[in-house]
C-alpha cells in the first residue's frame, strides 16, 4: 500500500472538518504541560469546538482549494487547528483567554467566515461575544425599559389606592 493511501483518511477527516466551518484556527502548541494541554482541550470540547494536532503537510493538503488555503503559509512548527461549525468567535474567544495564563501557547492566523486574520486579526476576534452573550444582552436592553415601566405602572397604582382608601376613610 502507498503511503499516499495511508495518509488520504486523515487528509480527509481533515477536509471534513474544515468543510462548513465558521471558523478555523491554527496556535503553536509547543511548551504547554500535559495538565495545560488537557485543559486546554476541555474548554476548547466545552465550547462546540474541535481541536486536534495534525502534521502540516497533512493540513496543507486539506486545505488546498478551500478558504483555509490561505493558512498554508503558517504551517510551520508544531500546529494545532481548532474549528468550529456553530460560533465562528469560539476557537479565537477560548484559544486567546487560554493564552493569556498559558504564555507557550501561540496563536497563528485563522479564517472567519471566510475572511484570513492574521495573530492580531485572532486577538480581536476572541473579543467579540458569543451570539448566545450578544442575544442575552439585546434581550436584556429591550425587558429593561418594559420593567421600568411596569415598576411605574404599579407604583402609581398603589399611590391612586392609598389616595381612594385615604378618601374612603374621610367621608366615613
Known amino acids: 500500500m502507498a503511503k499516499i493511501e495511508l495518509k488520504q ?8 472538518n474544515i468543510k462548513d466551518a465558521k471558523s478555523v484556527v491554527l496556535v503553536d502548541y509547543r511548551g ?6 488537557t485543559n486546554l482541550r476541555k474548554q476548547l470540547r466545552e465550547a462546540n469546538v474541535i481541536y486536534k ?3 502540516n ?4 493538503f486539506a486545505f488546498k482549494g478551500t478558504d483555509c488555503e490561505q493558512l498554508c503559509g503558517q504551517l510551520a512548527g508544531p500546529s494545532a487547528i481548532a474549528i468550529s461549525k456553530d460560533d465562528a468567535t469560539a476557537p479565537a474567544r477560548v484559544l486567546a483567554k487560554f493564552a493569556k495564563k498559558a504564555k507557550a501557547l501561540e496563536l497563528k492566523s485563522g479564517i472567519v467566515e471566510g475572511v484570513f486574520y492574521d495573530t492580531e486579526g485572532i486577538m480581536q476576534i476572541a473579543k467579540v461575544p458569543s451570539r ?3 442575544l442575552s444582552k439585546l434581550l436584556g436592553s429591550i425587558q429593561s ?5 411596569a415598576r411605574v ?7 391612586d389606592g392609598e389616595g381612594a382608601e385615604a378618601a374612603q376613610t374621610a367621608e366615613a
Open 132 to 134: 448566545e452573550e450578544l
Open 32 to 37: 504547554l504541560t500535559v495538565e495545560e494541554d
Open 153 to 159: 405602572i404599579r407604583q402609581i397604582a398603589e399611590k
Open 145 to 149: 425599559p418594559v420593567a421600568n415601566f
Open 53 to 55: 494536532v495534525y502534521k
Open 9 to 16: 483518511p486523515i487528509i480527509d477527516e481533515i477536509a471534513e
Open 57 to 60: 503537510t497533512m493540513m496543507n
